[in-house]
């Protein structure tokens, strides 16, 4: 019985801001693409796909996200 079907398999649809939510996952909290991967039931290659796509259409660069703070260093 390997490779038995045991159900109808469907294909999922995600928004573009789905995908974005998703993609800033990665590296939250040490967070890594395979773990953010696994948590969303996704392939690595998706989120690397996602973040190729998205990138090309100017949705996401890798700074999306950045906060810069300003720092005192006490005079």
Not at 25 to 53: K, L, M, N, P
């Amino acid at each position: 019985m390997l490779g038995e079907v045991l159900g109808v398999e469907r294909r999922r649809r995600w928004s573009e801001d789905e995908k974005l939510e998703i993609l800033s996952e990665v590296g939250v909290g040490g967070a890594s693409v395979t773990q953010v991967a696994q948590r969303h039931e996704i392939t690595r290659s998706q989120i690397y796909g996602w973040r190729r796509d998205l990138k090309k259409k100017g949705l996401w660069s890798p700074d999306r996200g950045t906060v810069f703070l300003p720092v005192d260093f006490g005079e």
